[in-house]
């Protein structure tokens, strides 16, 4: 703590300078690294949940079930009572844990589609 408000001091006077990064450094030295070299984020081909939206998963999932299906596999207010995907989303945003059960519904439908198609595209339901 009394380091810390050493060093503030020492900034404000001017006395003292942070010290620089490596990309400051390339940087003042000329040799300015191009920002579209930066690597992508690394790709993720076995995460069915890559890429796709809340509300993607949401619409997929009351297409499937519908909302008393959904109300019946995950019991909340937002699939029961004037269900919506506005406000089901609204809902899932601020609760994390509703949030992962729908994930994780939607995980397993997502398997219980590909065991059909493996068992000969029969539909049971």
Same mark, same amino acid.
């Given at each position: ?47 069915? +949940?890559?890429? #796709? ?6 619409? !997929?999932?009351? %297409? ?5 299906? /959904?109300? &019946? ?15 089901? +989303?609204?809902? #899932? ?6 949030? !992962?059960?729908? %994930? ?5 439908? /997502?398997? &219980? ?13």
């Amino acid at each position: 703590m009394v380091q810390a408000l050493r060093d503030l001091t020492r900034r404000r006077r001017g006395e003292w300078a942070p010290p620089c990064s490596s990309w400051e450094n390339r940087r003042r030295a000329g040799d300015n690294p191009d920002m579209n070299d930066v690597p992508a984020a690394p790709a993720q081909p076995r995460n069915p +949940l890559h890429g #796709l939206t809340l509300e993607a998963i949401l619409t !997929a999932l009351q %297409e499937e079930y519908g909302w008393a299906g /959904l109300d &019946e596999r995950i019991p909340l207010r937002c699939f029961a009572f004037d269900p919506s995907i506005k406000s089901s +989303l609204k809902f #899932l945003r601020r609760t994390p844990w509703a949030r !992962a059960k729908v %994930e994780g519904l939607y995980l397993y439908m /997502l398997r &219980e589609r590909q065991r059909r198609e493996r068992a000969g595209g029969a539909d049971p339901a």
